[in-house]
């Protein structure tokens, strides 16, 4: 099975679902998460062989969709002096995309985990 990513949004904290046969292909998004700030620390969560899942706030998915799409940008090496905005304009629009392609889904069910992230996150420090 193709990568598949999940978003369960909570009042103040979101859930980031991977899931995926290729363990190789998990490993690499999750590791992205961490590089690009979507996390600062913490271990990612493992629901399943195929399916694991990390804590983060808004802000920190905002900057990671924005520094990833700004360096695959890079990577593609476009032309963009002269033109108003450059980069930052298009790595902002490639982020809001690639926003669409995380699936809502409620992964979880409980009241229960909506007060185990606010444990984890001020213990976390966000």
Request: net charge positive; charged share 40%.
């Given at each position: 099975m193709?990568?598949?990513l999940f978003i369960h949004r909570f009042v103040s904290v979101i859930a980031l679902g991977v899931e995926?046969?290729?363990p190789v292909e998990i490993e690499q998004r999750l590791n992205s998460f961490f590089n690009f700030g979507a996390i600062k620390n913490g271990e990612p969560k493992k629901i399943s062989e195929t399916f694991y899942y990390i804590w983060t706030t808004p802000k920190?998915?905002?900057h990671y969709l924005f520094q990833?799409?700004?360096f695959?940008?890079?990577g593609e090496n476009k032309a963009t002096k002269g033109t108003k905005g450059g980069l930052k304009t298009e790595a902002q629009a490639l982020a809001?995309?690639?926003l669409t392609e995380f699936q809502e889904q409620d992964f979880f069910y409980s009241p229960m985990v909506e007060?185990?992230?606010k444990c984890h996150i001020s213990y976390e420090k966000f």
């Open positions: 193709a990568e598949k995926s046969d290729d920190r998915l905002q990833s799409s700004l695959k940008l890079l809001s995309q690639r007060r185990s992230f």
